[in-house]
């Protein structure tokens, strides 16, 4: 698929207002592999903590190249929450075209889950500056969901 600017992007149209990426790492989808198991540690030379992290970086890349954001961070940010030694590590910092800030925490399945959305929720409740989306990974697409106080 071509962008306005002429990017050839490997994105295909499901159905009128929906797409979705061609990447072969997609497979685990039709494999049957948990999500857990997409969660799995990244190669040694990645910069990412999961592979579910690298995945959504490739994504935002391709975001980038489509002229949809400005750029993003990873993990460029740590917020103060309240308690004692208290800290939310933000996965990515996503700037829009309209020079809005997004802070985009990637979660797949694992234990703590309940743990760090609350923290994300706290950092979102005490920053007004920037709008806080959990993204995770569903039937083959990212789904963001805006998270507030």
Not at 35 to 50: G, I, L, T
Request: proline share 4%.
């Amino acid at each position: 698929m071509k962008t306005g600017f002429g990017i050839d992007l490997p994105i295909e149209e499901t159905s009128p207002g929906r797409a979705r990426i061609q990447r072969s790492d997609r497979e685990h989808c039709r494999s049957g592999k948990s999500a857990a198991a997409v969660e799995d540690k990244p190669s040694a030379e990645s910069p990412y903590r999961s592979k579910l992290e690298a995945r959504y970086a490739g994504y935002l890349d391709l975001l980038k190249q489509a002229g949809e954001i400005i750029g993003y961070q990873y993990e460029p940010i740590r917020f103060l929450l309240p308690g004692k030694r208290n800290t939310y590590k933000a996965d990515f910092l996503v700037q829009r075209l309209d020079r809005s800030i997004e802070i985009h925490e990637v979660k797949g399945y694992h234990k703590n889950l309940r743990d760090s959305v609350t923290k994300c929720k706290t950092a979102a409740g005490l920053n007004w500056w920037g709008k806080f989306i959990k993204v995770t990974w569903e039937d083959g697409r990212w789904i963001q969901t805006e998270v507030s106080a």
